[in-house]
């Protein structure tokens, strides 16, 4: 079993900056990709940014491109989320999941642990 837990969410202004990490424990791998994941109040889970742990190119939803920076520290086994110029719309609930294939996607469902979820909420 892999555990994943999240945290650095909580309330910012718009135009604000927070940095989201998620940590892995349990039955780590060496390979495979992590992504970050957010579910806006009332609406579907939808995929936000993910990175292989080998660091190859990450992949970003277009909402978030150029204000969001997904990295990893592959020896903490920690993924972070640096949040940039954020707006009420990115408030949500973010999720950190781990995938072992090897390969980015944007299918929640390909993904094969999950966290609990950090709470961001951003005023206008």
């Known amino acids: 079993q892999v555990q994943l837990v999240e945290s650095g969410g909580g309330l910012v202004q718009a135009g604000g900056s927070l940095r989201l990490s998620c940590a892995a424990s349990g039955r780590t791998f060496n390979s495979g990709a992590m992504g970050w994941f957010r579910r806006p109040p009332g609406l579907e889970r939808e995929f936000v940014a993910a990175i292989t742990w080998s660091g190859g190119t990450p992949y970003y939803a277009d909402s978030v491109k150029g204000r969001f920076t997904i990295s990893r520290d592959f020896a903490k086994k920690t993924v972070y989320l640096q949040m940039n110029s954020l707006k009420p719309e990115d408030a949500a609930v973010y999720y950190c999941?781990?995938?072992?294939?090897?390969?980015?996607?944007?299918?929640?469902?390909?993904?094969?642990?999950w966290g609990q979820g950090t709470q961001v909420t951003v005023s206008s």
């Open positions: 999941a781990a995938r072992i294939e090897r390969r980015v996607t944007v299918v929640a469902a390909s993904y094969d642990y």
